[in-house]
């Protein structure tokens, strides 16, 4: 039997997928890494899984068929790159050998071994991290209000990990995780939603089996460092408050992370040294062949830019939908046309 780990990303998120999958392999040379690509190649760019750490590849054509181009039309990158996560866990879960079925976003990197975590499958069918597992000081406003309350708004878990076993119950899980980001997957906080984090607020009250990991040492991130202290041994291992650092959340790469890490890191100069690594390692892994900020399903078929605004209208109305089942497509009679025809009259 074997574990299987997946991650879900687009060309433009390359670069941190390669980080996580290589540190992923260096821990666990035996386990099954799949790439979930929500995207196509730009023009040029060979996507060869023999010069790369993933083993196997799925992408959203192969997970939704037909529907793929107007299924993705009424989701942003993000929203997009969040929603297949439960078809492909499903997916997954298929495989005849598989045991185990563990997700990481993208911009995670793994430093130890994942191996508690499958021991814990052992008793439990679903395992979740939360954003924070010790309470922030009563006087500190600003960490209360980045974190705690950030929780209340964004969700108790961080979807950047979670795990299951093969059961019964983690497929009932995965069904009810991937009917529901199909449908709902949208950064609408306004209605209490927040792509899969908010949904998963749910899952100890819907499912059996599920542990909630409390180990310092597994998703540490800007919204939990301010409780976290990072140093190493003798030895040179990374240690969070005495226990191994498993994998680290390098969210917001760039200058929001640069503020929050600098907020809550303080003078741990270790966490400050772990972000230089990082960098580093996206920069060995970025190809420059990639154009910035490219998503294929990000534009129409003449590079027009898709608005968030045309999302939301066409995913909100089930008579464009049906009168338009290729929204990307431009010309007369399409989409395209009809949102510019609109526009000018708005």
Not at 112 to 135: G, K
Not at 168 to 175: C, D, V
Not at 272 to 280: N, Q, S, T, V
Not at 330 to 342: D, F, N, Q, S
């Amino acid at each position: 039997m074997t574990v299987h780990a997946y991650t879900s990303f687009t060309f433009s998120y390359l670069n941190r997928a390669r980080v996580l999958a290589t540190s992923l392999r260096r821990q666990h040379p035996d386990w099954v890494i799949w790439a979930v690509l929500t995207d196509k190649p730009p023009p040029g760019l060979v996507f060869d899984l023999a010069n790369e750490a993933f083993d196997r590849v799925v992408t959203a054509e192969d997970l939704y068929g037909e529907e793929t181009d107007s299924w993705l039309f009424g989701l942003d990158i993000v929203e997009a790159c969040t929603a297949v996560k439960g078809r492909a866990h499903l997916r997954i879960l298929q495989e005849p050998d598989v045991e185990q079925v563990l997700y990481f976003d993208p911009d995670i990197a793994v430093f130890n071994s994942m191996q508690p975590v499958i021991d814990l499958l052992a008793d439990s069918s679903i395992v979740l991290t939360p954003h924070q597992i010790d309470p922030e000081p009563a006087t500190d406003t600003h960490a209360i209000l980045d974190n705690e309350i950030a929780s209340l708004d964004y969700g108790s878990f961080n979807l950047g990990f979670v795990a299951t076993d093969a059961g019964p119950e983690a497929n009932r899980f995965a069904a009810w995780w991937d009917a529901r980001l199909h449908d709902w997957c949208h950064d609408r906080r306004d209605i209490g939603v927040f792509v899969d984090q908010k949904w998963c607020n749910l899952v100890p009250c819907f499912f059996d089996g599920v542990k909630i990991l409390r180990d310092p040492g597994y998703n540490v991130a800007s919204w939990n460092i301010s409780q976290r202290t990072m140093q190493f041994d003798a030895a040179g291992q990374a240690l969070i408050n005495g226990q191994p650092l498993r994998f680290y959340h390098f969210t917001k790469l760039g200058p929001v992370g640069d503020v929050m890490t600098r907020r809550y890191a303080r003078g741990n100069s270790e966490i400050h040294e772990l972000w230089w690594w990082y960098r580093h390692e996206v920069a060995r892994f970025t190809d420059t062949s990639i154009p910035k900020g490219w998503w294929y399903y990000g534009t129409f078929d003449n590079g027009d830019l898709i608005e968030k605004r045309m999302r939301e209208v066409y995913r909100s109305r089930k008579d464009l939908q049906a009168t338009f089942p290729d929204p990307r497509r431009t010309g007369k009679g399409t989409l395209h046309e009809w949102l510019e025809v609109t526009k000018g009259k708005g």
